[in-house]
């Protein structure tokens, strides 16, 4: 247990004055609570830790972890996002070593939707335990989870595979990725791990549902596979997703909950994505006549 209590009182005076002096500039025209108005200042906190950097560290994490909790979900504001980013930054510098706040912070970035943040958190992980292998590994995952660029997940994945920590299975992946550019398995198994080592409702959310996302595009991609042999075999596409049944494999439940559809642009997919591809065209269209 960190030394927390000896030197709470000796932090809490200069906590008190150093938010309201230390802003931090990306905050300055942002409405809503002060929180988001005031950061901590790392330079300014090693004038009153007198050494003790590390409990005050802790002071930050706890702060940060309660505010997460307390905004996520219910506040869409992206501050919050860019607030948690300068504090975990400020935590870097007080404490490097420390790999808690890396590893579960920039994944409270990406829930929040502040990837770029995460990336920046998973890098000074990186800078501060260079022999770690997850750090790397997460800003591939945020690559393709987020940003959909599979080259640069795959370049990634390479580099946390040659670090002297990395599981055998990063390794394994990293060949496979190079044959098969197949990043769906990678990335579920990715964030089973994480889940088992989660226990943030906000975060266990955001990972459950990108699980099932994940599973939802397989069955598209394995979907697309079984057409080309129906065709083959029946000389003519399916009419129906059920027809895919023909080929002696009863067609999954759909994972988003919905059923299957045979959608306009020939694509078999789950009727729950096809109304949300739906509404985003249509924000589309209207983002557009407005600008005319």
Same mark, same amino acid.
């Given at each position: 247990?960190?030394?927390?209590?000896?030197?709470?009182?000796?932090?809490?005076?200069?906590?008190?004055?150093?938010?309201?002096?230390?802003?931090?500039?990306?905050?300055?025209?942002?409405?809503?609570?002060?929180?988001?108005?005031?950061?901590?200042?790392?330079?300014?906190?090693?004038?009153?830790?007198?050494?003790?950097?590390?409990?005050?560290?802790?002071?930050?994490?706890?702060? /940060?972890?309660?505010?997460?909790? $307390?905004?996520?979900? %219910?506040?869409?504001? !992206? @501050?919050?996002? *860019?607030?948690?980013? +300068?504090?975990?930054?400020?935590?870097?510098?007080?404490?490097?070593?420390?790999?808690?706040?890396?590893?579960?912070?920039?994944?409270?970035?990406?829930?929040?939707?502040?990837?770029?943040?995460?990336?920046?958190?998973?890098?000074?992980?990186?800078?501060?335990?260079?022999?770690?292998?997850?750090?790397?590994?997460?800003?591939?995952?945020?690559?393709?989870?987020?940003?959909?660029?599979?080259?640069?997940?795959?370049?990634?994945?390479?580099?946390?595979?040659?670090?002297?920590?990395?599981?055998?299975?990063?390794?394994?992946?990293?060949?496979?990725?190079?044959?098969?550019?197949?990043?769906?398995?990678? /990335?579920?198994?990715?964030?089973? $791990?994480?889940?088992? %080592?989660?226990?943030? !409702? @906000?975060?266990? *959310?955001?990972?459950? +549902?990108?699980?099932?996302?994940?599973?939802?595009?397989?069955?598209?991609?394995?979907?697309?596979?079984?057409?080309?042999?129906?065709?083959?075999?029946?000389?003519?596409?399916?009419?129906?997703?059920?027809?895919?049944?023909?080929?002696?494999?009863?067609?999954?439940?759909?994972?988003?909950?919905?059923?299957?559809?045979?959608?306009?642009?020939?694509?078999?997919?789950?009727?729950?994505?096809?109304?949300?591809?739906?509404?985003?065209?249509?924000?589309?269209?209207?983002?557009?006549?407005?600008?005319?």
């Amino acid at each position: 247990m960190r030394k927390l209590a000896v030197v709470a009182a000796l932090v809490a005076a200069g906590l008190a004055h150093l938010s309201q002096r230390a802003v931090d500039e990306r905050r300055h025209g942002v409405d809503g609570s002060s929180e988001l108005l005031f950061l901590p200042s790392p330079a300014s906190f090693d004038l009153v830790t007198m050494g003790y950097d590390e409990p005050v560290a802790d002071l930050l994490w706890i702060r /940060a972890v309660l505010l997460f909790g $307390e905004h996520q979900g %219910t506040d869409p504001s !992206p @501050a919050w996002g *860019e607030w948690l980013q +300068g504090m975990l930054e400020a935590i870097a510098v007080l404490d490097p070593s420390w790999r808690t706040p890396y590893q579960y912070g920039g994944t409270m970035l990406r829930s929040m939707g502040n990837i770029e943040g995460s990336d920046a958190i998973f890098e000074l992980g990186m800078e501060a335990l260079p022999d770690d292998a997850y750090f790397p590994f997460a800003i591939g995952m945020n690559h393709y989870l987020h940003r959909e660029d599979a080259r640069a997940a795959v370049e990634w994945i390479e580099i946390a595979a040659s670090k002297p920590n990395a599981p055998n299975w990063y390794r394994v992946a990293a060949a496979g990725l190079l044959a098969k550019q197949d990043m769906i398995p990678v /990335a579920i198994r990715f964030l089973e $791990e994480q889940r088992e %080592t989660t226990t943030d !409702p @906000a975060i266990l *959310e955001m990972i459950d +549902g990108r699980i099932t996302r994940l599973h939802h595009k397989r069955w598209v991609q394995t979907f697309e596979s079984s057409r080309g042999r129906y065709q083959q075999k029946f000389g003519t596409d399916i009419q129906v997703p059920e027809d895919i049944a023909r080929l002696g494999t009863p067609l999954p439940p759909d994972p988003l909950g919905g059923a299957w559809v045979l959608a306009a642009d020939g694509v078999v997919r789950s009727s729950v994505r096809e109304l949300e591809l739906a509404e985003k065209a249509r924000r589309s269209e209207r983002g557009l006549l407005k600008r005319r």
